[in-house]
């Protein structure tokens, strides 16, 4: 199953932008869909996910109140909305699932997602 991010681009502090994240299937559909990102030098960390089921999202502390997660199901898409963007979250962004509809506090761990995108690049820059 192959994921196809797409969305990340070049803003100035203070703008926004939209990722999108599509399966190749509906192999997730029960599932959770995961964003997580990686600045360099430093490790992979957890963003945000959601379930596909009944919703239910779990934010980082740091993007919390500015990024939004959400999922259309008719279209099997993920997006996350990122407003009020900041020179630190500059990063390569990755999308995650898994078959498993994770709890929220199993949502951050790398390691419960089995399928994931090649990244899209987010550079927040004036």
């Known amino acids: 199953v192959q994921l196809q991010a797409s969305g990340g681009g070049m803003v100035q502090p203070g703008g926004s932008l939209r990722l999108s994240c599509t399966p190749s299937?509906?192999?997730?559909?029960?599932?959770?869909m995961g964003w997580f990102r990686q600045a360099p030098t430093k490790e992979r960390e957890f963003v945000a996910a959601?379930?596909?089921?009944?919703?239910?999202?779990y934010y980082a502390g740091s993007v919390k109140g500015r990024f939004t997660i959400s999922r259309d199901i008719p279209k099997n898409t993920v997006y996350l909305q990122m407003n009020g963007l900041k020179p630190e979250d500059t990063a390569v962004y990755y999308c995650?699932?898994?078959?498993?509809?994770?709890?929220?506090?199993?949502?951050?761990?790398?390691?419960?997602?089995?399928?994931w995108g090649q990244g899209t690049k987010v550079t927040v820059s004036s």
């Open positions: 995650a699932a898994t078959a498993r509809p994770l709890i929220s506090s199993t949502m951050p761990d790398r390691t419960a997602y089995d399928s």
């Open positions: 299937t509906r192999a997730f559909s029960s599932g959770t």
């Open positions: 959601t379930r596909w089921s009944g919703g239910g999202t």
